[in-house]
């Protein structure tokens, strides 16, 4: 039961700039209105003496909840869970499809439940919350999750720079925070170019260079089964059939048998692991080739490792090697980053 202020319908205009005026309205509460009167919610107790006309009145009312829609995970949030609770987990989700990925540290462990609701308040488009349980896995690169809330499954339907990727989170990798480099990666690319993917996952990279780039052919090669069968269902998805080859396999047996010598690019996404792979990235190069060579690096030596790795090769290939780029991609770890090395090959 709450207060209210009760008048006649036709004064109603009146009442509400009077209650306005001297912030008395409980704007969480509807207000109730009958044939003939309007009770306007108050959010404190006022005396029927400080009324300024004789037919309002104060009453007890039972009122009903506004329907409050946040905008944001803060506002559905706000005083459920700490501020540096909140601050933390605003940078720590990604959305894939209809499914949120979510991290939940330590001291909100007792709070994943409101979360995960809150998170789908805010985005109606998201019908899954998973928390992440554990580091990206062997040689798949898979994360362990595990669904808190919502439709029980990690199947769904990605969208990135018009491009649509059938993903399954329980059986291959995504990460939409490689976005930004595969939008950039298709505006290096010139006209005619042989491109190819190792690592290529469910196909993000070489379908969004087919559909963003002239490129002539862009190869692809992936290891994990369920990641290769979900790529060329991409393939045909995106209608990109006739520049998009893929190839099944381990990147050290498909370069040599299928790839030497034929590539203008090759991009290396395996920044785990990568590096064990230079050798086949400049088999595959035609001279004056170009590598994207990724690697997480701690933040205080950066680009030095990658570097010398590539020199190393290069030496054994008998070939010279500019950096035309290299940057910061995300953060990885309190004490790592991911990298980007762009590197011509001659
Ligand atoms: C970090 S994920 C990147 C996937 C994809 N490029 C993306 O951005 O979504 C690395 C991928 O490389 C694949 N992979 C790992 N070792 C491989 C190898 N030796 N040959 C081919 N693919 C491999 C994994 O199965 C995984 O799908």
Do not use: W
Request: net charge positive.
């Amino acid at each position: 039961m709450s207060f209210g202020v009760k008048g006649p319908l036709k004064r109603a205009q009146k009442l509400k700039e009077f209650l306005n005026k001297k912030k008395l309205i409980d704007n969480y509460l509807v207000p109730l209105r009958t044939k003939n009167f309007i009770i306007f919610p108050i959010n404190k107790k006022i005396l029927q003496k400080n009324l300024p006309l004789k037919d309002f009145e104060v009453v007890k009312q039972t009122f009903k909840k506004k329907s409050f829609q946040p905008r944001n995970l803060k506002q559905a949030l706000n005083g459920k869970i700490s501020r540096s609770g909140m601050e933390h987990l605003i940078s720590s989700f990604d959305i894939i499809g209809s499914v949120a990925v979510i991290e939940i540290p330590e001291f909100l462990k007792g709070k994943e439940t409101i979360i995960a609701e809150a998170l789908m308040q805010v985005n109606k488009n998201i019908e899954t919350v998973a928390k992440i349980v554990g580091e990206h896995r062997g040689e798949f690169r898979v994360q362990p999750v595990k669904i808190i809330a919502g439709k029980k499954s990690l199947n769904t339907l990605h969208k990135e720079h018009g491009c649509q990727f059938k993903v399954n989170l329980e059986k291959v990798f995504y990460s939409p925070r490689l976005s930004t480099e595969r939008k950039r990666i298709s505006q290096l690319i010139e006209p005619g170019e042989k491109v190819g993917v190792f690592f290529a996952g469910v196909g993000p990279f070489a379908i969004i260079f087919a559909k963003n780039s002239d490129a002539e052919k862009i190869f692809t090669v992936e290891l994990n089964k369920d990641a290769f069968d979900l790529m060329d269902e991409n393939i045909k998805l995106n209608n990109v059939e006739q520049r998009v080859q893929s190839f099944f396999g381990d990147v050290k047996k498909i370069v040599p048998e299928k790839l030497t010598h034929k590539l203008d690019r090759v991009v290396m996404p395996l920044p785990k692991g990568g590096e064990n792979f230079l050798k086949e990235a400049f088999l595959s190069l035609k001279s004056g080739g170009a590598i994207h060579f990724y690697q997480f690096e701690e933040k205080e030596s950066l680009y030095d490792k990658p570097i010398e790795k590539l020199e190393e090769t290069a030496k054994k290939f008998n070939k010279k090697i500019k950096i035309l780029r290299k940057a910061v991609v995300r953060s990885f770890s309190p004490a790592k980053v991911q990298v980007v090395l762009d590197v011509l090959v001659k």
